[in-house]
Structures are given as structure tokens and as C-alpha cells.
């Protein structure tokens, strides 16, 4: 199927994650490493996106590019649930944000892993040598101070304000389960457990110059006991994250 691109296998042995090095640091002009935005665009229907899921949660883990703070997100698409597994974290607004990556970037078709580091760069989501490389390009990419402030699930909502940003770019904000897993019964990984780290429960978007203190809101997955709040400006022309913030959200 044509708008469906098998994965390229992880890279040779030697710029793994676990052997990664850097002749400079970047670090923000607060003294913190940089924070930069990593989107995974998967499927539990997809046989070539569990290497993309482990890759992310290994990026996740072990943070392997000095001066810089990955902040991951994983988006399940739609479009693979008629092929024989419904995925239960499927969105269509993810399938759509994709949608909308493909025509920035000039692409005919979508696919997936596909993953799109600070909206700056896309490739395949498993090519852990692309990864690397386009998280410390990002990382020296200077960005706008953004704060979450009084973040709370609240019923089935968590509510929160945002600080900073100087209200010309958008503002999104996107409120991921920390961890998830399914047993799937059919499709293309039929049998295997799969495990994930940051699914996008719920993804809008906020406004221009909404990063002003107003209380916010995305809707709470029921039963989710640690969730992670990522609010991030995105520039109209270009579509580059240039703020970024993380926030782990739990019930008391």
C-alpha cells in the first residue's frame, strides 16, 4: 500500500544511543539544557513500528544528547486499524496533525514511524542516527521561555495556565498517558505485547498569544494515574517549535 512505508532497521553499531557523543554542549540561555520536541507517528497495526516505540522510549530514558531535553510524544494514526487490529490509542486529530506534517514538508504520502523532531525534520522513526542528529541540530536552535503554572486534573480534566511566549505563535497543548501497553490479538504484530511511553490522549490548540496565565484545559483518560502535560509554541510561517514545556501531572 502506497501510503505506507516499511521502516529502515536501527543503524549499524557505533552511534547507538548508548555510545553517542558530542564535541559541544549546548545548553539554554537559562544554564538548562534545551528542550526539544520529538512526535512519533505509529501504530500497534504497523510490524515496523515497535522498533520506532523502543527508540522513543529509550530517547525518553536515557536522554543521550548532552545539552538537550527530549520531550516525546507518540501519536497513533488511524489508518491502519481496517488492515485486521483496532488500535485503542488511534486518534483521527493525530491522523490529521500527520496529514498536516506531510503537506508541510512537501511529502506525497504519509506513513508511518515517521517522526518530526521541533516540526523542523521528519524521517523514519526507528533511524536512530537521523534521530540523534536532528535532536542536537534542534537543540542549538534558540527557543522563547514557556511555563506551565498550576497544572491539576479536576473531574475529568486537567487544568492548567501557561507563561510566557510573546503571543505571535500558536500555542499547543497535547496531555499524554506516561506509559501504556496492549496485548495484540491480530494484524501485523499478532501475539506481541507492545509498550509505549507518552500516547497523546488528547491534542489542541490553544490559540495565538494564549500563553498569558487564563486557565486551559485537555480532557483526562479516565483511570491514568501519572500523565505528562506538554505545552509547545509553534511558529505559523515555518512551523518550528520555538518554546517548549514539560510538566508530569498525577492524581492526588
Keep these: 500500500m502506497g ?23 549546548v545548553i539554554a540561555a537559562d544554564g538548562e539544557p534545551a528542550p526539544v520536541l520529538v512526535e512519533l507517528f505509529t501504530s500497534e497495526g504497523c510490524s515496523s513500528c515497535p522498533p520506532a516505540d523502543a527508540l522513543l522510549a529509550r530517547l525518553d530514558a536515557t536522554q543521550p544528547v548532552a545539552g538537550a531535553r527530549v520531550i516525546v510524544l507518540s501519536e497513533h494514526v488511524t489508518y491502519w486499524n481496517s488492515l485486521g487490529w483496532r488500535d485503542p490509542f488511534s486518534q483521527e486529530a493525530m491522523t490529521e496533525r500527520q ?8 511529502l506525497a504520502e504519509v506513513y508511518t514511524p515517521q517522526a518530526v523532531v521541533d516540526g523542523a525534520a521528519e524521517f523514519v522513526g526507528s533511524d536512530e542516527r537521523a534521530m540523534l542528529r536532528a535532536v542536537e541540530k534542534a537543540a542549538s536552535a534558540a527557543k522563547t521561555p514557556i511555563s506551565i503554572e498550576n497544572a491539576q ?18 500555542l499547543m497543548a497535547a496531555l499524554a498517558e506516561d506509559a501504556a501497553q496492549s496485548n495484540v490479538l491480530r494484524g ?14 488528547d491534542l489542541k490548540e490553544m490559540g495565538a498569544g494564549a500563553a498569558d496565565g487564563r486557565v486551559l484545559s485537555l480532557k483526562a483518560p479516565a483511570g491514568s494515574e501519572s500523565l505528562r502535560l506538554v505545552v509547545f509554541l509553534v511558529d505559523r510561517r515555518s512551523g518550528r517549535v520555538v518554546g517548549l514545556a514539560e510538566r508530569t501531572v498525577g492524581r492526588s
Design 3 to 25: 501510503w505506507m512505508i516499511g521502516a529502515a532497521g536501527l543503524v549499524a553499531a557505533g552511534l547507538g544511543l548508548w555510545g553517542y557523543m558530542q564535541q559541544d554542549r
Design 188 to 201: 501485523e504484530n499478532g501475539g506481541r505485547t507492545l509498550r509505549h511511553v507518552a500516547v497523546v490522549r
Design 153 to 170: 486534573i479536576a473531574g475529568g480534566e486537567v487544568r492548567f495556565a501557561v507563561r510566557g511566549g510573546d503571543g505571535k505563535a500558536q
Design 99 to 106: 496529514r498536516n506534517y506531510a503537506e508541510h514538508f512537501g
